[in-house]
């Protein structure tokens, strides 16, 4: 935990940089730079007309979307994991116990192999979109969290600094205060005399 608060700290003391550009060098750039520092800027130009951005242009009338996406994407906390579902690879298995053989080996099934697989990819597929699915919704959750904590500091912070004010005006009042009577003491002290 010392690492990763260091590391924040390290980043948000960074230099501020502004990056002007586009294409996949602009966004492979702030990829690399959102290492060093939190305070980036990207100015992405969408000048683009080839390709789709071209069809986009011309008949649609908007501006191309791509390469502002990307750098979004390449200045985001996290980046995007794909996984293979289907076809399995027979070198990602893991090895069997003892005792019930080599599970890159030839194995005989019952009824026949096409018909176990019909039976397990199903069930194999609706438990990694289930893991998937639970994993986004738990980081959306921890998004909401992260969220609520800095706007209940921002709100603290806030609270904090109004009540300084609060206090340095109640404080200028009752010294004001204090020293109109002192003052007026004084004034009707001298013409007692």
Known sequence: ?????????RRAAGPRIAAIGGGTGLSTMLRGLKKYTDRLTA???VADDGGGSGVLRREMGILPPGDVRQCMQALA???PVMERLLPLDREHLKPAPKGLGDPRGEVEMFPDAWTVFEQTAPIYMHGMIFGAMTESFCAEQSARMTAMDSATK???DMIHALQLEYNRTRQGAITQEITEIIGGASAVQTSDY
């Open 1 to 9: 935990m010392i690492y990763e608060h260091s590391e924040l700290s």
């Open 43 to 45: 100015i992405v130009t």
């Open 77 to 79: 906390n996290t980046e």
């Open 154 to 156: 921002s709100a603290t």
